[in-house]
T-cell receptor
Framework: EDQVTQSPEALRLQEGESSSLNCSYTVSGLRGLFWYRQDPGKGPEFLFTLYSAGEEKEKERLKATLTKKESFLHITAPKPEDSATYLC??????????FGAGTTVTVRA | DAGITQSPRHKVTETGTPVTLRCHQTENHRYMYWYRQDPGHGLRLIHYSYGVKDTDKGEVSDGYSVSRSKTEDFLLTLESATSSQTSVYFCATATGSTSYEQYFGPGTRLTVT
């Protein structure tokens, strides 16, 4: 059974204080690892897909990296508008995703 | 943005009544999914569809049924709502052609009293 564990559960940052979120996974035959952002009261918003170890993707202050066992979402010099819950998901052999419980990031001005 | 709408956005219903949630997409995506999101559990797959009239169960399908008679619409039915089905329900779609990232709708908040 696919397992996705995200840590920490919650992260409080000062504006400009860079940090990283972790997503560790156990899956047989990873076909893709996905990062989403979710704002309160809204649906998850797609950020990145990573396919193989060593791959990196960037978008504004966010950078996602992938190893054979985990992925990191690095937030560089965050701003208050980066406050959200970040979800990680993996896809194995079919068309379904398995999601982690998420990391809630709060950035204080 | 995959052009996904969900209706209703909010609903309060009583235990034992049937409820149908609708998901509508305008992107002609092949795959459609229904999830529920609860505190401490994250997103859990209820049912999914890989084509018109082709559906399959997810990890929490008990008490739910789905139908897809057109590419753009995917219906989720709670045959007899229970309080444990109080949740936020999200629909998602995926092209399934070159990649499998899913795009989510705005959600339906369902309360069963």
């Amino acid at each position: 059974e696919d397992q996705v564990t995200q840590s920490p559960e919650a992260l409080r940052l000062q504006e400009g204080e860079s940090s990283s979120l972790n997503c560790s996974y156990t899956v047989s035959g990873l076909r893709g690892l996905f990062w989403y952002r979710q704002d309160p009261g809204k649906g998850p918003e797609f950020l990145f897909t990573l396919y193989s170890a060593g791959e990196e993707k960037e978008k504004e202050r966010l950078k996602a990296t992938l190893t054979k066992k985990e992925s990191f979402l690095h937030i560089t010099a965050p701003k208050p508008e980066d406050s959200a819950t970040y979800l990680c998901a993996v896809q194995a052999g079919d068309y379904k995703l398995s999601f982690g419980a998420g990391t809630t990031v709060t950035v204080r001005a | 943005d995959a052009g996904i709408t969900q209706s209703p956005r909010h609903k309060v219903t009583e235990t034992g009544t049937p409820v149908t949630l609708r998901c509508h997409q305008t992107e002609n995506h092949r795959y459609m999914y229904w999830y529920r999101q609860d505190p401490g559990h994250g997103l859990r797959l209820i049912h999914y569809s890989y084509g018109v009239k082709d559906t399959d169960k997810g990890e929490v399908s008990d008490g739910y049924s789905v139908s897809r008679s057109k590419t753009e619409d995917f219906l989720l039915t709670l045959e007899s709502a229970t309080s444990s089905q109080t949740s936020v329900y999200f629909c998602a779609t995926a092209t399934g052609s070159t990649s499998y990232e899913q795009y989510f709708g705005p959600g339906t908040r369902l309360t069963v009293t």
